[in-house]
């Protein structure tokens, strides 16, 4: 239940392509999804982030949809460019005092020119 | 504003030792957590501390510990090493350690245990 299951392990686009990476989660305490980007040397960064309560969120490039009933979230990268090459994982935390996430076992991204 | 740091940056240990990491959260943020990053385990969390009390506690075993400071600079400790804890350390920071507030994460330290 404190799963998060991220598809697909890895990815490959050609630059100006969107990207879609998807994931699914059990457990209904949930209520806070981030996506973050990674790049080889570098900590995890928030890329976009959403809450149940709304079923997409765009910044940009990135759109997060968000599928309640189905328990699934995913982001959608328009206009894939190579410096999107990168490793992304997507997470879920419960609500309250708590800052631990539980992370997706990240999807690989290429972007070829 | 300086984000968040971890020193050091690399370690190399051997099997039996001991090792601590430290990490200096963003200024103004009470609340740090730690991960551990491996290729096979992907991104599993550690402990979480806030205003230097351990709040929350991932499936690791006792010798991995863990502490915060009064300035919320926090510090993690392995005891007796294996090879299996050659990691990604990463540890991230945020305001108040609510579940929907964004983290930073710093760049890391790398452990490798022979």
């Known amino acids: 239940q404190q799963q998060v299951k991220q598809s697909p392990q890895s990815l490959i686009v050609q630059k100006g392509g969107i990207s879609i990476i998807n994931c699914a989660y059990e457990?209904?305490?949930?209520?806070?999804f981030p996506w973050y980007q990674q790049f080889p040397g570098k900590g995890p960064a928030l890329l976009i982030a959403i809450r149940p309560d709304v079923s997409e969120k765009k910044e940009g490039r990135f759109t997060i949809s968000f599928n309640k009933s189905a328990k699934q979230f995913s982001l959608h990268i328009m206009d894939s460019q190579p410096g999107d090459s990168a490793t992304y994982f997507c997470?879920?935390?419960?609500?309250?005092?708590?800052?631990?996430?539980?992370f997706g076992t990240g999807t690989l991204l290429a972007v070829q020119p | 504003k300086a984000g968040v740091t971890q020193t050091p940056r690399y370690l190399i240990k051997t099997r039996g030792q001991q090792v601590t990491l430290s990490c200096s959260p963003i200024s103004g943020h009470r609340s740090v957590s730690w991960y551990q990053q491996t290729p096979g385990q992907g991104l599993q969390f550690l402990f979480e501390y806030f205003s230097e009390t351990q709040r929350n506690k991932g499936n690791f075993p006792g010798r991995f510990s863990g502490r915060q400071f009064s300035n919320s600079r926090s510090e993690m400790n392995v005891s007796t090493l294996e090879l299996g804890d050659s990691a990604l350390y990463l540890c991230?920071?945020?305001?108040?350690?609510?579940?929907?507030?964004?983290?930073?994460f710093g760049p890391g330290t790398r452990l490798t245990v022979l």
């Open positions: 997470a879920a935390s419960k609500r309250g005092a708590t800052n631990k996430l539980i």
């Open positions: 991230a920071s945020s305001f108040t350690g609510q579940g929907n507030e964004e983290q930073f």
């Open positions: 457990n209904t305490a949930f209520d806070y």
